[in-house]
Nanobody
Framework: QVQLVESGGGSVRAGGSLRLSCVAS????????RGWFRQAPGNVREFVAA????????YYADSVRGRFAISGDNAKNTVVLQMNSLKYEDTAVYYC????????????????????WGQGTQVTVSS
């Protein structure tokens, strides 16, 4: 049984930082593309960042590029999202997800390509 479990969410003032982690069980992350998505109340789930199965390529939404960084820790079967310079509009539930390595990387930002999802962790940024 595959499980993805996020941690690291919380409340922070604008300009602050948070570090989200997602650990997988029943799935080897080095054989999966890994992504972070977020969903704010009333909004659709949107792409935040992704890392290819090899770790060689990273992808970011324009809204977070330069502020967020995604990385993989293969030894711990974990994917991490370092979030700096947080803004009020970053407030959302953040989800990690895993996609098969065979998908077209041009679609890596599409949540429909991801087979497995965590339960989400709340990030709240106060202005």
């Amino acid at each position: 049984q595959v499980q993805l479990v996020e941690s690291g969410g919380g409340s922070v003032r604008a300009g602050g930082s948070l570090r989200l982690s997602c650990v997988a069980s029943g799935l080897t992350f080095t054989r999966s593309h890994r992504g972070w998505f977020r969903q704010a109340p009333g909004n659709v789930r949107e792409f935040v960042a992704a890392i290819s199965w090899s770790g060689a390529n990273t992808y970011y939404a324009d809204s977070v590029r330069g502020r967020f960084a995604i990385s993989g820790d293969n030894a711990k079967n974990t994917v991490v999202l370092q979030m700096n310079s947080l803004k009020y509009e970053d407030t959302a539930v953040y989800y990690c997800a895993a996609a098969p390595p065979t998908i077209n990387r041009a679609t890596i930002t599409d949540p429909r390509q991801y087979d497995y999802w965590g339960q989400g962790t709340q990030v709240t940024v106060s202005s």
